[in-house]
């Protein structure tokens, strides 16, 4: 096994430090034991921090309420950055009026809203008001019939000349320890082999997403690539993606990478971390000191 | 547009006709108008003719009974070569006991049924059971709970190493003149991505469609591929595979390929079918001759 | 046909220009006749303008060059923006010492050298150095022995853990009104699919591009999405890049989109360019009034 | 590890072995040690054998002679089946005159030689010429210049509406311990990706290579598929191939499929071999028995 960092003596060379959610911060039985000692660590050492997470099931304020509740109080929803909120970017610059169509929940909806044009669920699609769809936004895999909504989503981009966008590429996440549950970018990648268009995807790996946690800082003082570092459980999205963008990155393992895969991981996929850490857990011993 | 044939005189060059269904013999409506008369000219000339088509949603004898409903009663259940044949070959070879379990209507599971095994639904596994589960068959899109059971096939297909068999490798098929309907392939394909295994499919384009019509005219005489004509309405499926199994082949333009398209499909896919006709019916004038 | 627009018109509404340079600016004959007129109208009105081009061949004070060479001395290199300097920010940030081996010319090895570390082009790596091979460029197709280098970046790749990174993700480019040339993106391809590895990739339609230039106006003004404008020949890479940053864009047709598809592609891909125009040229005629 | 099966008591129980040659016969450093035992043995025991291999590059009696200078002179030219067979098969069907260019050695091109038309190689097409062409194959990645052949097959394809056959579908060959070398199937993966036509593929793991070798037996005798066993060294090829086609397969050890790997690749691909063994090798030990 390659060699395993201390995590807080990471973080200790970086002033701002780009969380992944799932897998790092929490899992699917709640918040990683232990993870509100290294949130306490980052306030007390002045550190910035914001978690960027292609999960657009829920909107940032939500999503800060679900950390409150499982005891996380910490979590200011302006340090959270998701794929929906890219979206949302996306559908203000470039539709005018009529109607944004998705596939999620109502929850999920409310990232894509604005009064310039109406949100309609699939469900609510239909010949009557079908001209005036401007786009369709694959948002979360839960609040609709799959064997109606993705057939009707097929048949309105086949008729439709319009972007169709995906706010989650992520292909499948964990349910429980054994099981994983579809995920919405799965679909999407289904309807779009069938309609035979390109989609538009907002998320990790994507550069973007990392943008536009960079320019949260930008807007406020002066920051440089070398400052920030990324930590992430997944090599395909996390790591490469915040390599790409020019960051150092972590691996941690407390999430989709095994301790016994990740060098195996690693060699054969060509996408090295910068570090690899048990997790994003600071100890007791490391704050003692 | 391309020289365009008569369908007649091209199958009095053959001996054995092999057509494909959907698009060919029948539309989203019902039968193509008049291919009654095709058949009749057939069984005059003592031509032979296979029905090879990649729908495994019902048994051959269920589909020639749905072909004589509509009044061509002249076609034998034995003149129907399906992909969920081959299905069914390839269980009979590998699987010894144990559970079988499909996504599709309980017409479609008759194919898989063996005396050996049970079949049983994916609704039908639960913890109890998927250690038996030696074979998962994806049939047809209609007869499960999308939601439940492709998350429930995925799970099992990840706990377990079995063969994943694609009865269908279609993407979509026609609903009405404007709607299409997610085909079993396309879920076949997405769960394929989320478990990162290999499935194993059959159809066309797939030679082993066509040996299996050829090797049923080989068991009672003798045959050369040049006897064999293909007709079919897809350059990706019916074309190519009838191409690279060594058979001539006919595109009609009766159903995918559309008549102002068909040129430049064939030059942009480099697919190059022998002949093109309107559609594979015999005109009464050409039957007067 | 869809409604043509008048490009000059379009520029009128924009502060700042984005351009394509192949198919745009240039093509395999040169310049694109009439282009100067459409820099000095640009001059003119005080609008900016950035050529974003996915050519890593020559550093941009070469391209620069080869624009005045031709008669368009108003090009400033500073105002060209190629995913090969991607590819260096990453180098600078990823590579500390040892040896970057590159595929390409001399005069693309440019980009990438950095006193910190050796610049060999691949047929200079060897038994003797391959172990200080921190990282391996894909920058151009030529400059190298095809046969011999590619198998060696294969081997380079398979033997050692190092990022490879692909600075122009083009398949192909044209030579000629018919000829086309294998790009080094096509190579870089086949590579990663040999190897198994995942290869970073720099060039548009990735978002990282159109920052890369934004990033440029924002170092020394304030600037809205909403005042730039896309210009491009290609729907899979300027149109979808231009769109997904979120910058209104311009289809011309003067590259590889021709005049009678560009309806047909915009359909059947789903990538919808703002607007659609002729050429990047500004006629005599409307510059007069 | 899995249990390691004994190779001699299963061939024990079948008629008929298809061996894979690379990997299982041989390797980069000429014959696999021992298997001359294995040859002798299946001649005193009655049984038959074919050697089912995507290498193209040579005739079956070149390729049988190569055996012979080795030392293993049982190898029957007559039971060696290639793909290069099948693509001369559908050549004969399919072309009538003109030219077939290759890309290959002048070894590779008898494969496809035949009086009705004229066998060319790449290099030898130019303008006076190029309209003759009807088909172009891709035998072997030697015996021409990669940069002009390349390129000049990508611009042939793109102006000729013709087939393009691809008679070897590996991405790589092993050249040594530890260098592999880039296959015709790569680079025929990446002119279809720039031309964006469809290729015609022979080769395991498709059926057709089965279904060749089943009917040269058939032709002499009735034949079951129970009685068949295919050897091969890689899952996504003989493996595959075999199981699909309805035969019972051994993975042996001696190739591509490392032994400590064996388990972990056949969960993680779902592939799954009747059997493993170590190699092909028949040990003095067994035969004494």
Wanted: aromatic fraction near 10%.
């Amino acid at each position: 096994m390659k060699h395993i960092d201390n995590f807080r003596s990471i973080i200790d060379r970086y002033q701002v430090v780009f969380f992944d959610a799932f897998g790092v911060l929490k899992n699917y039985k709640g918040l990683v034991p232990g993870i509100e000692k290294t949130f306490r660590y980052l306030e007390e050492q002045g550190k910035e921090y914001y978690i960027v997470t292609n999960d657009a099931s829920r909107s940032p304020a939500q999503l800060a309420e679900s950390y409150h509740r499982n005891g996380l109080d910490i979590i200011d929803p302006e340090r959270i950055v998701s794929s929906g909120m890219l979206a949302k970017e996306y559908l203000d610059l470039k539709v005018k009026d009529g109607i944004v169509a998705f596939m999620g929940t109502p929850e999920s909806a409310h990232y894509i809203e604005n009064e310039r044009w109406q949100t309609l669920s699939i469900a609510e699609i239909n010949s009557t008001n079908i001209d005036k769809v401007n786009a369709v936004v694959f948002m979360d895999d839960e609040g609709f019939d799959w064997f109606e909504d993705i057939n009707k989503t097929v048949n309105i981009l086949r008729k439709r000349t319009i972007p169709a966008i995906v706010a989650n590429t992520d292909y499948a996440y964990p349910l429980s320890v054994n099981d994983v549950s579809v995920a919405i970018g799965s679909i999407a990648n289904m309807v779009e082999n069938i309609v035979g268009k390109e989609f538009i995807r907002f998320g990790k790996p994507d550069s973007q997403m990392f943008m536009f946690a960079y320019d949260l800082i930008r807007d406020r003082r002066p920051i440089n690539k070398k400052e920030i570092v990324m930590v992430g459980d997944t090599l395909f999205t996390d790591i490469i993606g915040g390599n790409k963008f020019g960051l150092d990155t972590v691996l941690v393992l407390s999430g989709n990478t095994l301790a016994e895969d990740a060098e195996a991981n690693i060699h054969s996929t060509g996408i090295v971390p910068t570090y690899i850490c048990e997790s994003a857990v600071i100890n007791e011993g490391e704050l003692d000191f």
